[in-house]
């Protein structure tokens, strides 16, 4: 298959973007998250020409590549929306949470909240006062990397 000119400088772009980012910081770590955006980009991009091929099996290919950066773009967009709504929104919804606790007693059955709450990496990554009077306290960046507690009671001060 002969790429178009434009698809062959998408290709180039991103790997000298990744190459680069991996030379400078000594690192190849460093670049291979440019590698795989560039991937996720170009992918579709160089799936589409397989729309129109004689052949039944790379038709199918293509479809699957371009649904499956289809359903990658939409986990992103409900990543955002979740990240939204855990920084602006005046409550947060119980079922994102992975525990809801109503009283202090309940704070010694669900684990210490300054250590011991995220599985023995520490305490938790990121807490929150609400407008509503509730706490969300969480383990991880995202709702589904860890765990999102919701306090009906300041669990700093029960703590002390």
């Known amino acids: 298959m002969n790429l178009k000119m434009h698809e062959q400088m998408g290709i180039a772009f991103w790997l000298s973007m990744a190459t680069v980012l991996a030379v400078t910081s000594r690192s190849l770590s460093t670049g291979l998250p440019t590698l795989e955006m560039g991937a996720i980009v170009m992918a579709p991009m160089i799936a589409a020409r397989g729309l129109h091929s004689p052949r039944k099996p790379l038709r199918w290919l293509s479809r699957a590549i371009i649904a499956g950066v289809g359903l990658l773009a ?18 947060y919804p119980s079922w994102l ?10 704070l010694d059955k ?3 909240v300054l250590r011991g709450a995220c599985g023995g990496k520490g305490g938790l990554s990121e807490l929150r006062d ?9 383990c991880g960046f995202f709702w589904w990397d860890g765990k999102t507690y919701i306090y009906h009671f300041d669990p700093v001060s029960e703590q002390k």
Not at 77 to 82: G, H, K, Q, S
Not at 97 to 106: D, G, H, K, N, V
Not at 131 to 137: E, H, N, R, Y
Request: net charge negative; aromatic share 10%.
């Open 74 to 91: 939409l986990a992103w967009l409900l990543a955002v929306i979740e990240r939204w709504t855990w920084f602006n929104a005046d409550s």
């Open 97 to 106: 949470a992975s525990e809801e606790l109503r009283t202090p007693a309940e």
């Open 110 to 112: 669900s684990n210490n």
């Open 130 to 138: 609400l407008p509503d009077g509730t706490t969300i306290g969480r």
